[in-house]
């Protein structure tokens, strides 16, 4: 049975559009330096943590939006930071716009082990938005645009940590967390810990339908505290905040224990450490009882989940 791990979830506070590389580097640095004073094992950061969100804003061409991208490892500028991290023992999950050698464009968060060699790589699955610039949006989301949809599946790999013991590890990346069968396929892993970034603004972008604020912070909450208590497992859902290029992100990162219990929350719009102490011994507890799969779960009734992918209504009407 694993122990006990302390966990780091690092806000990040706006990144605009003229921060230097250098400037962006250095708030990482330092949070891993507090983070690790502060006894953590794993610093997580935000879904696209070395740039502005910049899907909101739209380039004709994909070139044009490379100035965005990641095409080396590590990311450029960030070698302080991870050799820092490297000494200090910590694990670091940093999120960034990733373009590879033969020309593919991913949303992708990679896990450091404390080590600094081997890593662990996630793509974003759930792009949201749209592909082509819609006039009529008050605010553009072009993820569709410039990602192209994860290749990797939802990897889960098992760790073996110094004074911890073995555990394993999955990542999301922002609107995944809202997707039970994300979820469940990490959980089908057995998996104990999920890593989420994500930037999500205040603004509605369902032009349909005017979506209380209030409602946003709701929404991502109920998201990952039913996706670690159905699933046994803690989140650590890390956002961007404040107000980039005049568009509000609304922060809200939280710590979730697998009871769905919020265990840590930021309450600032800026960089903010938040840090809990989880006991990997609790995913266990309804992984045996409510929630052990092998006995309970009806695979055989779920066809549905996997066949079809939008909603399909009954046939025929009842007059009730
Ligand atoms: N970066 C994201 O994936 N953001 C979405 C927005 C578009 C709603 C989210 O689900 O939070």
Known sequence: MPGTITIAAAQMGAIQKNDTRSSVAQRIQHQIEKAASR??????FPELCLTPFFPR???????????????????RGLEAALQKARELNIM???SYAEKTPDQHRYNTASLIFSQGSAIMKYRKIHLPGHAEYIP?????HLEKRYFEIGDLGFPVERLNLKNVGEFNIGMLLCNDRRW?????????????????????????LDVTHNQPPHLKVLHSNLSVQAGCYQNNCFGVSVAKAGVEDGHAMFGSSIIVNPFGEIIARSSTWNDELIIADCDL????????????????????HYQRIVEQTGSIRPKNTIQA
């Open 180 to 204: 039970p069968e994300a979820w469940r396929v990490l959980g089908l892993q057995e998996v104990d810990i999920v890593l989420i970034g994500y930037n999500t603004p205040v603004a509605n």
């Open 57 to 75: 804003w739209y380039y004709e061409t994909l070139d044009e939006a490379d100035q965005w991208f990641e095409d080396q490892w590590p990311p």
């Open 39 to 44: 006894g953590a094992q794993l610093i997580v």
């Open 92 to 94: 670091v999950q940093i």
């Open 281 to 300: 011994s609790l995913c266990q507890v309804n992984r045996s009882s409510t929630f052990n799969f092998e006995a309970h779960r009806r695979p055989e």
């Open 136 to 140: 009529e949006r008050p605010l553009q």
